[in-house]
């Protein structure tokens, strides 16, 4: 199957909308189940996680879902290059490709440097590194299911970007606001899969709403790599200290009504993204879990943008 096949299947198994939740990595086996099983019900298309090397293994919590459910698509946003051995990770993911056709996107990353030097190991070379572990991958002499697994690329800035266009099916972006969505499809070019992910908060106080964003950013605004990013976009040493001024929380987090969100989202697909994920911030699953509920009907009819 040529790589624009495999790149059409995907964007119509996924449809316009789905679920980033990576909170689920702490819930007991059962919660996670019935948190997949839910969104599904809820007719969002996907539902990814991320993976920390020593916290969670992501093709081991995607079986997991992927049995709980019928339809939806899983996505790991990312496997972890540090995890584990690149053609473990090619044999892990003809695994559920075969198991599963259709219904699993591999995302690949480098993960940052903070969270890789504190297990023992070194982050470097990142670049290189990505195109090292892609090879292994091509090299492994695993058998391919008859339906290939969709393979994007965790890229920010324009060389892992052009990596992902060239080695992979596409990108998937996190903690970008919708002008990275654009300039990551003048990049990736129409034939590429991009999935970014978008936080929201279904909260119309600003002041409540905000202080529900930081939680979230200030985390992300310790590592290096988002915070470059996001200078690209006229972002200042201002905006970016902290856990974030008024603008950057605005501009990374979505936050209102129903309509507010979906207009985000709006945003995202109309800058090029074929699938925006969007990432609930809740102190819990259930109100994770209500949210979406909430948004469903406004979020899945949502304009078809660029497709």
């Not at 992501?58 to 690149?86: D, K, M, Y």
């Not at 965790?154 to 992902?164: F, I, K, Q, T």
Request: charged fraction near 25%; charge should be negative; proline fraction near 7%.
């Amino acid at each position: 199957m040529a790589v624009s096949d495999t790149v059409t299947e995907t964007r119509q198994a996924l449809g316009p909308v789905g679920v980033w939740l990576g909170a689920l990595q702490r819930e007991p086996a059962e919660s996670q189940r019935s948190a997949a099983l839910r969104i599904e019900e809820l007719g969002y298309g996907s539902v990814f996680e991320g993976e920390l090397v020593g916290g969670n293994d992501v093709f081991a919590q995607e079986a997991a879902w992927l049995c709980a459910t019928s339809r939806i698509v899983t996505g790991a946003g990312i496997a972890n290059i540090w995890a584990r051995h690149p053609a473990t990770a090619q044999a892990a993911a003809a695994a559920l490709g075969d198991a599963w056709p259709g219904r699993f996107v591999l995302g690949v990353g480098v993960s940052h440097a903070p969270l890789i030097d504190k297990t023992g190991m070194t982050y470097e070379r990142p670049l290189e590194r990505m195109r090292e572990y892609l090879d292994g991958m091509d090299r492994a002499t695993v058998t391919p299911p008859a339906r290939p697994v969709p393979r994007v690329l965790a890229a920010l800035r324009r060389r892992m970007l052009e990596l992902a266009r060239d080695r992979a099916h596409g990108a998937h972006s996190y903690f970008v606001p919708p002008e990275h969505t654009a300039d990551a499809r003048e990049v990736l070019g129409p034939d590429r899969l991009l999935i970014p992910e978008q936080a929201i908060c279904l909260e119309t106080d600003p002041a409540a709403a905000r202080a529900t964003a930081r939680e979230h950013t200030s985390f992300y605004l310790s590592l290096p790599n988002y915070v470059n990013n996001l200078k690209r976009f006229g972002f200042t040493d201002e905006d970016v200290a902290g856990a974030g001024s008024d603008r950057l929380v605005d501009a990374i987090v979505a936050w209102g009504d129903k309509g507010a969100i979906a207009a985000r989202v709006r945003e995202h697909r109309d800058a090029g993204a074929d699938h925006v994920l969007i990432q609930p911030l809740s102190k819990d699953i259930p109100g994770a879990l209500r949210q979406l509920e909430e948004l469903a009907g406004a979020l899945l009819p949502v304009s078809p943008g660029r497709r």
